[in-house]
């Protein structure tokens, strides 16, 4: 299993028993750790299946696998913040900005104030259009829908939930259902319900 870690550049962080707690994406940072750490857990049960087959037996390992809450430390990391002191600093400094609350309230009345953080959000997420596969119709679509819809609702948080709905049903057309999860279907159902009652018309 350790082979299987550190083939994909992670770092084996805690060994209990039989099992192993590895990070992606520490102490180098990498952008796609939650895709190097998927394809880990599938070399790791490769390597089961195979033993099981050697010795004629059922075998099988429990891999799970979170992405998320670690994105945060791992882009302060790739910024050069490998202390606790990013953090503290970070918490100063909002601390700080509470007390400057009452001064940027009225610009809640001046909608076209958040237009240029919004426009800088939305060229730092251009980045990720580079690793669009665009001759693979079940990633791009979903894809070209998040993006629409982000823009035409104004709201960033509409685009995601469009794409995730369209992701299992584009698998789904292009005969490919079994990479869809119990996961992304469960995300496509809530998000469907959020856009037929949830969102405002």
Same mark, same amino acid.
């Given at each position: 299993?350790?082979?299987?870690?550190?083939? @994909?550049?992670?770092?084996?962080? *805690?060994?209990?028993?039989?099992? &192993?707690?590895?990070?992606?994406?520490?102490?180098?940072?990498?952008?796609?750790?939650? &895709?190097?750490?998927?394809?880990?857990?599938?070399?790791? *049960?490769?390597?089961?299946?195979?033993?099981?087959?050697? &010795?004629?037996?059922?075998?099988? &390992?429990?891999?799970? %696998?979170?992405?998320?809450? @670690?994105?945060?430390?791992?882009?302060? %990391?790739?910024?050069?913040?490998?202390?606790?002191?990013?953090?503290? #600093? #970070? #918490?100063?400094? /909002?601390?700080?900005?509470?007390?400057?609350?009452?001064?940027?309230?009225?610009? *809640?009345?001046?909608?076209?104030? @958040?237009?240029?953080?919004? +426009?800088?959000?939305?060229?730092?997420? =251009?980045?990720? +259009?580079?690793?669009?596969?665009?001759?693979?119709?079940?990633?791009?679509?979903?894809? /070209?829908? #998040? +993006?629409? %819809?982000?823009?035409?609702? @104004?709201? +960033?948080?509409?685009?995601?939930?469009?794409?995730?709905?369209?992701?299992?049903?584009?698998?789904?057309?292009?005969?490919?259902?079994?990479?869809?999860?119990?996961?992304? %279907?469960?995300l496509a159902v809530l998000c469907l319900i959020y856009y037929l /009652?949830? =969102?405002?018309?």
């Amino acid at each position: 299993m350790m082979d299987a870690v550190h083939s @994909y550049e992670a770092t084996v962080n *805690q060994v209990m028993d039989d099992g &192993v707690m590895a990070l992606f994406g520490a102490p180098l940072a990498h952008e796609d750790h939650a &895709v190097r750490g998927s394809y880990a857990a599938l070399k790791m *049960q490769a390597a089961v299946k195979k033993y099981a087959e050697e &010795v004629h037996r059922t075998l099988g &390992v429990p891999l799970h %696998i979170r992405s998320g809450a @670690y994105i945060e430390s791992a882009t302060g %990391i790739r910024e050069g913040a490998r202390t606790g002191l990013a953090a503290v #600093t #970070t #918490t100063a400094l /909002f601390a700080i900005s509470l007390f400057f609350i009452p001064l940027v309230e009225p610009l *809640q009345q001046l909608r076209f104030a @958040y237009g240029p953080p919004l +426009i800088a959000v939305g060229v730092l997420m =251009l980045e990720s +259009i580079r690793r669009i596969a665009f001759d693979d119709l079940t990633e791009l679509v979903p894809a /070209f829908v #998040t +993006i629409t %819809i982000m823009v035409f609702t @104004y709201n +960033i948080a509409n685009g995601p939930t469009g794409g995730l709905v369209l992701s299992p049903i584009m698998n789904l057309l292009a005969g490919r259902a079994r990479e869809n999860n119990a996961g992304s %279907i469960v995300l496509a159902v809530l998000c469907l319900i959020y856009y037929l /009652f949830g =969102l405002p018309h």
